[in-house]
């Protein structure tokens, strides 16, 4: 499963960006999520959403401002970023993963991986 991530790009705080992960195949039995990465830092969960969209976590550090969702007709999550602040500047990467949402909270729990998507914010 290959993911490709776009909708990176520098902004200014308060602003709103959508990020979009699409994969090469069916997305309808994988659990998606979005993590990102501060340099010098592991990667940290920000959101993750079941195959079937009936279930979604946000961090609580985005609670409120960000917002996953996804398209299995199109094999693509989305991470919807919005009031965006200099702490949310990272590499964001998309994860893909078969094992019980519910257990797949770390990055371990995921077996497919985006390369990045840097995103910049600016005060």
């Known amino acids: 499963v290959w993911l490709a991530e776009s909708g990176g790009g520098l902004v200014q705080a308060g602003d709103s960006l959508t990020l979009s992960c699409r994969a090469s195949?069916?997305?309808?039995?994988?659990?998606m999520g979005w993590f990102r990465q501060y340099p010098g830092k592991e990667r940290e969960s920000v959101a993750r959403i079941s195959a079937d969209s009936r279930f979604t976590d946000h961090a609580a550090g985005v609670v409120g401002r960000f917002i996953v969702s996804r398209d299995n007709l199109v094999n693509t999550v989305y991470l919807q970023m919005n009031n965006v602040k200099p702490e949310d500047t990272a590499v964001y990467y998309c994860?893909?993963?078969?094992?019980?949402?519910?257990?797949?909270?770390?990055?371990?729990?995921?077996?497919?991986w985006g390369q990045g998507t840097q995103v910049t914010v600016s005060s």
């Open positions: 994860a893909a993963g078969s094992g019980n949402y519910f257990q797949m909270t770390r990055g371990s729990h995921f077996e497919f």
């Open positions: 195949t069916q997305t309808a039995a994988l659990n």
